[in-house]
């Protein structure tokens, strides 16, 4: 008599978790369904773990909702993370057939996890928040609040010294976007670490921090949304306190102190390539605005392999800027230069790596990249 298989254990009830289980007693076809945001429709982040497995034993796992996701075609070409220690996270070769997103393993041990990237989970988020305030010279300067009541500290490496150029970098609207956390971590490596280059920026300039500015929605494991079902990234021009308290906070506190420097840190499903998003649809959008785009694209080009102008979003028509983007919002309020930065849900394909795609590591290290560039650039900021 054959032995049947225990069913495998699929659990998401943690911080970041999303999976709803339709049907796991056939290992060889585990029929799962993505939960869209609160109060949303939006989906397309997962992230789930396996117990219960067989080592060696293949198991395949179907996304069976993938194509009625946010962004459907942004499955093709996809391949799902997985990690067994949750921190080596490697890419497993996934299916897309305009329906069901398929992919197979024959684990090496009975747990994996398995996620649409590399998950930033509450307690690294805690602790970098942790590791910032703790740095030398960084001041804790407002505290905001998600809608659930969950910090949303503003950092400033800085003593507000008059004369000093303010640049602002915000992560993480969209909370599916894990990159951007990640992202962010590299930031405080960089302050961490205060080589010359950082120094030297730090000298004319100061950095006003949010490292992620949408609490609830990562912790509840959204793609897009806050805790009441808003695109954060679509309130720049009437946040409230009662819908929409993340970006009202960052708003309020970037008319307290100004902005000479704005990167809104976001990640992309369908574009396998690490781009920005610029002002040039603004009203206000100047020669001197281009100008200072184009200095700090072909500068970012020569720092990094993992930068590239090719790929990217269609440029906005002059005046047809959607102005209810951060981006595009602060560029115009404070006639700054204003970027929206998008790393890659897949890889990055000018300076592939097949067995992790774009990750964690490769996001912290893009930040070390940016903010060089931002050192040279200050002096052209105004
Ligand atoms: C994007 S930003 C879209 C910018 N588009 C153009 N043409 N400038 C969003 O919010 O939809 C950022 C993201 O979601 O990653
Ligand atoms: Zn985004």
């Avoid at 982040?45 to 962004?71: C, E, I, M």
């Avoid at 602790?127 to 950092?155: D, N």
């Avoid at 009437?238 to 009202?248: G, S």
Wanted: aromatic share 10%; net charge negative; charged share 20%.
């Amino acid at each position: 008599m054959h032995a049947t298989a225990p069913i495998v254990d699929i659990r998401a009830d943690f911080d970041t978790g999303n999976i709803q289980v339709l049907d796991a007693s056939d290992p060889t076809d585990i029929r799962l369904a993505i939960r869209p945001d609160t109060r949303s429709g939006h989906f397309q982040w997962f992230h789930f773990r396996a117990k219960g497995l067989q080592p060696q034993q293949r198991y395949t796992f179907v996304l069976d909702n993938a194509g009625q996701s946010s962004y459907p075609n942004a499955w093709a070409g996809y391949d799902t993370v997985a990690s067994y220690d949750q921190f080596n996270w490697f890419r497993v070769p996934s299916e897309y057939d305009g329906q069901a997103l398929r992919f197979s393993i024959a684990p090496e041990h009975s747990e994996i996890s398995f996620a649409y990237f590399e998950p930033y989970r509450e307690a690294r988020h805690l602790q970098l928040l942790a590791r910032a305030q703790a740095l030398p010279g960084m001041q804790l300067l407002a505290q905001g609040s998600s809608l659930e009541g969950r910090e949303i500290p503003l950092f400033r490496m800085g003593d507000g010294t008059a004369g000093k150029r303010k640049l602002w970098l915000i992560a993480q609207q969209h909370p599916g976007e894990h990159m951007a956390e990640w992202f962010m971590e590299g930031v405080v490596d960089a302050l961490e670490q205060s080589k010359p280059w950082m120094q030297a920026l730090l000298q004319q300039a100061e950095l006003y921090l949010v490292l992620n500015v949408n609490p609830d929605g990562a912790f509840h494991g959204h793609l897009r949304t806050n805790a009441a079902g808003r695109d954060l990234n679509r309130a720049w021009q009437d946040a409230t306190r009662e819908e929409t308290p993340e970006v009202h906070f960052v708003l309020e506190q970037m008319d307290r102190y100004g902005v000479d420097l704005f990167v809104d840190v976001h990640g992309d499903e369908e574009i396998p390539h690490v781009f920005t998003a610029a002002c040039e649809g603004n009203p206000g959008y100047s020669p001197r605005i281009a100008g200072l785009e184009s200095a700090f694209c072909q500068a970012l080009c020569e720092q990094t392999a993992d930068f590239q102008q090719t790929h990217g979003y269609n440029r906005d028509l002059p005046g047809q800027a959607n102005m209810r983007l951060a981006c595009n919002a602060i560029g115009q309020r404070f006639d700054c230069l204003s970027l929206t930065l998008e790393m890659p849900f897949k890889d990055h394909l000018d300076a592939p790596d097949p067995r992790t795609g774009w990750s964690g590591a490769r996001s912290r290290q893009l930040a070390q990249d940016l903010l060089q560039v931002v050192a040279q650039m200050v002096p052209q900021l105004r």
